[in-house]
């Protein structure tokens, strides 16, 4: 191809306004021919001879960097390059110059012929300064909120085929929320999550997959058990290239789920209990009955009152802080006339947390009501042994309480799971942060509670 040719059709989308030439150069012999056109860019009567030639006319403060350049170019297999630099002609102007070019190699990868146009955009660049100017404030302003706002941000560059045949994801900018909200680590950036975070759920791959398919926008809610979180996502394609980007702003609302998780176990328990009052009741009746008829009424209203009793301590507690004897005894004097006979209690003074109060309340109520049911306090015999303990330093300081029931009537795990077992063990694990052991040995059942002493005890 002449240069002409080269020339012509390479700028018939350029402005007219703009001036252009062409070149060609041969890396092997270091021969270059400029056009016509590039020559009075340069402001000279006759073409450069080589590329030395050439480099005489690159600004003194751009030379090294086209000089690298060109190398790498060169050296690797590129098709094709695009730069831009200064140049100081004869006459001593300084034109801003934008250099682009084709790159023609032999089977082994070597440059043989390069094709360039050279483009003189100093007057376009003075032009568009202003607006460059105008860009970059608003980008600094962009920035800002981008760096400040609450909400987590990133951009996500999906790939819908990974190499295993999956839809993988990569994070390619994220602002400081991000990495606060999903406790993800810096590093993570540019890392695809497949392996990055490869306990990350399916899900989010396929929802940000779906959204980079068809270009639909989501608001969704969202768990993640892996980061132990729940999000609220908006999220949107950005673009429909190759690996498609998806936007993503969130915040993490794991407070309020777990507030309504709470809440809704609440609900729940008060439900329960309203259907268990009648067992109580029934308990306390069957252990009154058998006294003197005399005494039956007596009785049987002092242990009512009992139960109302339990009830004033935790609402004129207000749910705050309740010593450990004073709400196993609130749960527990209500089944048994002289708690110490029959229900033996064994730990320090310690005064429980609002939230350990609750669920731990809950969970002896139902622990009670349970061996007034079917355990150690459905008959004359049964005993029970609850006790609370704290040991080890600082962060790694343990809360220990158990049940342990013996003598009552021959007991079995349950063949299906109910609401009570939510109570005394999931409840009483999402408030102390701790584990639930629940055995079922024939003599009586024991329950088990190790959890961090901050999540339980007042300090």
């Known amino acids: 191809m002449a240069p002409e040719d080269f020339s012509r059709s390479h700028i018939l989308k350029l402005p007219e306004a703009w001036a252009v030439g ?37 600004h003194p403060d751009d030379r090294s960097r086209v000089q ?31 250099d ?10 070597r440059a043989q012929l390069i094709r360039g146009v050279n483009i003189d955009i100093t007057d376009q660049a003075e032009v568009n300064r202003e607006v460059h100017d105008r860009l970059k404030e608003s980008e600094a302003r962009f920035r800002m909120l981008f760096e400040a706002i609450d909400e987590g941000f990133c951009l996500l ?31 993570i950036l540019g890392a695809w999550l497949r392996e990055g975070a490869p306990d990350l759920e399916d899900e989010w791959y396929q929802l940000y997959g779906e959204i980079a ?22 999220a949107f394609r950005i673009d429909a290239t190759e690996h498609p980007r998806v936007a993503v702003l969130f915040s993490d609302i794991s407070d309020r789920k777990r507030h309504e998780e709470h809440t809704h176990l609440l609900m729940r328990e008060v439900n329960h209990r309203s259907k268990n009052l009648l067992s109580v009741v029934q308990a306390i009746a069957r252990q009154t009955a058998p006294k003197e008829e005399g005494d ?17 301590l935790l609402v004129k507690n207000s749910w705050t802080t309740v010593p450990v004897e004073d709400l196993v005894r609130s749960q527990l004097s209500h089944f048994v006339d002289g708690i110490e006979d029959r229900i033996r209690m064994d730990g320090p003074k310690a005064s429980l947390t609002p939230d350990a109060a ?48 013996r003598d ?40 088990k509670l190790t959890c961090p002493v901050g999540r339980v005890l007042q300090g």
């Open 22 to 58: 062409t070149y060609e150069w041969r890396p092997g012999s270091d021969q270059v021919e400029w056009s016509p056109e590039l020559m009075r860019i340069y402001g000279v009567d006759a073409s450069a001879r080589n590329e030395q030639d050439f480099a005489k006319f690159v």
């Open 68 to 98: 690298a350049e060109a190398l790498s170019y060169l050296g690797t297999k590129a098709p094709g390059f695009s730069h831009t630099f200064r140049i100081v002609r004869p006459d001593g102007a300084v034109r801003l110059i934008l």
């Open 100 to 109: 682009r070019g084709s790159i023609e190699r032999d089977a082994e990868g």
């Open 157 to 187: 560059e999906v790939n819908l085929e990974g190499d295993d045949g999956r839809i993988d994801y990569r994070v390619t900018e994220a602002n400081p929320a991000f990495y606060l909200r999903t406790g993800f680590p810096k590093s």
């Open 213 to 234: 398919r068809t270009g639909e926008a989501k608001r969704f809610e969202q768990e993640s058990p892996a980061l132990g979180r729940w999000f609220d996502v908006y």
């Open 296 to 312: 039956f009424v007596e009785r049987f209203g002092g242990r009512l009152r009992a139960l109302a009793a339990e009830q004033d």
């Open 358 to 405: 609750q669920a731990l309340g809950m969970a002896l109520h139902e622990l009670a009501t349970n061996a007034a049911k079917y355990g150690a306090l459905s008959n004359a015999n049964g005993s029970i042994e609850i006790s609370w303990s704290s040991s080890g330093k600082e962060k790694d300081a343990e809360f220990v309480m158990t049940w342990i029931e």
């Open 408 to 447: 009552g009537p021959p007991v079995s795990a349950p063949e299906r799971t109910g609401f009570g077992s939510v109570v005394t063990t999931k409840m009483v694990k999402m408030a102390t942060g701790g584990d639930v052991v629940v055995d079922y040995p024939a003599e009586g059942l024991n329950w």
